[in-house]
T-cell receptor, first 113, second 112 residues
């Protein structure tokens, strides 16, 4: 079974703090993704990575950065958290073929006060 | 600009009846479509997919229909069961592109 884990289920941070969200997958997948899910907006892609040290912007990259130093780990960084970044953050991974399934982690509910 | 739309935020269906979830897209370059199911406090899980060379794909109780000319797809669940109560997202992609574009989701409630 594919396992995608996220470091925290719930996180509360203050405005201006630097926030790290970690994601680890155990299936040697090339591609990893970060989404945020908001009511009425569905899942929106923030960043994705198709290889170690490689990254591409998704649809809403502003205010975020990412890091992929190892194949199994993909980190999402909020350099200076703001209240409009309060959301559910979902990580996903998949192998290299475009039609393969994305496997999601359980999500991190981030609240920025 | 929402390229994938699910116009019904919620749907309630009696247990045993058919559930029909709809999805529209605007980008004619999409050639692969997927449905994901999401329970509260869990990540989405893949349900069923269809490529643009087909107009129907079936997997047990789940069938996805694609109408390319209308840029419309639908997910049929027959018969509906209480465990089908979840949020359903449709997603679209282009072959060779790793990105998925998701719809806004439809919350399906199956009434016992």
């Amino acid at each position: 079974d594919v396992k995608v884990t996220q470091s925290s289920r719930y996180l509360v941070k203050r405005t201006g703090e630097k926030v790290f969200l970690e994601c680890v997958q155990d299936m040697d997948h090339e591609n990893m993704f970060w989404y945020r899910q908001d009511p009425g907006l569905g899942l929106r892609l923030i960043y994705f990575s198709y290889d170690v040290k490689m990254k591409e912007k998704g649809d809403i990259p502003e205010g975020y950065s990412v890091s992929r130093e190892k194949k199994e780990r993909f980190s999402l960084i909020l350099e200076s958290a703001s209240t409009n970044q309060t959301s559910m953050y979902l990580c996903a991974s998949k192998v290299g073929t475009s039609t393969d399934t994305q496997y999601f982690g359980p999500g991190t509910r981030l609240t920025v006060l | 600009d929402q390229q994938v739309k699910q116009n019904s935020p919620s749907l309630s269906v009696q247990e045993g009846r058919i559930s029909i979830l709809n999805c529209d897209y605007t980008n004619s370059m999409f050639d692969y479509f997927l449905w994901y199911k999401k329970y509260p406090a869990e990540g989405p899980t893949f349900l069923i997919s269809i490529s643009s060379i087909k107009d129907k794909n079936e997997d047990g109780r789940f069938t996805v229909f694609l109408n390319k000319s209308a840029k419309h797809l639908s997910l049929h669940i027959v018969p509906s069961q209480p465990g089908d109560s979840a949020v359903y997202f449709c997603a679209a992609a282009r072959f060779g592109n790793e990105k998925l574009t998701f719809g806004t989701g439809t919350r399906l409630t199956i009434i016992p």
